[in-house]
């Protein structure tokens, strides 16, 4: 992969099977996907397809609604360079009454 990154190219996109990303020759990397934000603990655990070189990455959690009686807020935290939590609450600091769809996007640094 890294031959693919050190030649013109300049990025790579790709996937698996907990997301999309894209991977730049200068370290940057972002991916994206979505989750399931469910009535059983507001939370959705977060795999993503790369580790970041640090936790010091930036996550952005936006409710997708399919649902329209539902006004979700969200918010995600880093647990370890590959993996995040998203949390759920409607806008009276109540727990979901379904299951939520999320999408989710981060952004930091494969190498430094």
Known sequence: ??????????????NNSNGYYKKYNNGLL??????YVTTVGYAASVK?????STIAYR???TPVYNNPTIG???????????????????HDG???P????VWWNTIGYWKL
């Open 1 to 14: 992969m890294n031959t693919k990154l050190n030649s013109n190219f300049g990025f790579e996109y790709g």
């Open 98 to 101: 379904a299951t939520t769809t």
């Open 30 to 35: 972002e991916m994206w996907g979505s989750a």
């Open 94 to 96: 109540k727990t979901p």
């Open 59 to 61: 996550i952005f959690v």
């Open 48 to 52: 993503l397809p790369f580790a970041y």
């Open 72 to 90: 979700l807020i969200c918010s995600g935290q880093q647990v370890s360079t590959d993996a995040f939590n998203i949390y759920g609450r409607t």
